[in-house]
């Protein structure tokens, strides 16, 4: 059972330059989530979705797009990569509790 | 009124020694409680939830106490041990609202023997 899994673990881009993180659950969870964490700032919420075909903004969705065109996979699109976009990336399903993947460590440069 | 406070920001505890770390949030409407666990380079995982029916939730060494009338939280961790060294985050959130578990910055708990 793999839970929630994250692809790439690092990468680095340069400003403007575009990606997409990946996420896929394979526990049939509707609730998916993304987090960004930054040193002593804990984890901010910035998009999630409850269920194929519906997504919202959380706290921090600005420079940030996602999709849910199926219950596994809930992708996350940095459109024009900035500095302040460089954190590590949590995607989590389910709610009570919610898993997470490992992370996605974005530098951006 | 979001907000959910942690402190402190580390803690160094001796192996055996008591562990604890506190949150503090402003919305009364909030009714679950976890703490979440996490090792460097993986992601946070469930350790131990509260709901506010009840003051006191024991897991092993693991306690949750809660204090619904001064809005505060706390995780006590008995007999620490070096295997528990990690980062320990606190958040609030509310059954009917499924966007809303609020985040503590964070403890970096590092235990030595």
């Known amino acids: ?109 | 009124q979001q907000q959910v406070k942690q402190s402190p920001q580390s803690l160094i505890v001796q192996k055996g020694g008591i562990s604890i770390i506190n949150c503090a949030y402003e919305n009364t409407a909030f009714d679950y409680f976890p703490w979440y666990q996490q090792f460097p380079g993986k992601g946070p995982a469930l350790l131990i939830a509260i709901r506010p029916d009840v003051s006191e939730k024991k897991e092993g060494r693991f306690t949750i106490s809660f204090n619904k009338s001064a809005k505060q939280f706390s995780l006590h961790i008995m007999d620490s041990q070096p295997g528990d060294s990690a980062t320990y985050f606190c958040a609030a959130g509310l059954s009917y609202n499924t966007d809303k578990l609020i985040f503590g910055t964070g403890t970096r708990l590092q235990v030595f023997p």
């Not at chain 1, 990468?11 to 998916?32: A, F, V």
């Not at chain 1, 999630?48 to 219950?71: C, H, L, M, Q, W």
């Not at chain 1, 302040?84 to 974005?106: I, K, M, N």
């Open chain 1, 1 to 109: 059972n793999a839970g929630v899994t994250q692809t790439p673990k690092f990468r680095i881009l340069k400003i403007g330059q575009s990606m997409t993180l990946q996420c896929t659950q394979d526990m049939n969870h509707n609730y998916m989530y993304w987090y960004r964490q930054d040193p002593g700032m804990g984890l901010k919420l910035i998009y999630y979705s409850v269920g194929a075909g519906i997504t919202d903004k959380g706290e921090v969705p600005n420079g940030y797009n996602v999709s849910r065109s199926t219950t596994e996979d809930f992708p996350l699109r940095l459109e024009l990569a900035a500095p302040s976009q460089t954190s590590v990336y949590f995607c989590a399903s389910a709610w009570e509790p919610q898993h997470f993947g490992d992370g996605t460590r974005l530098s951006i440069l």
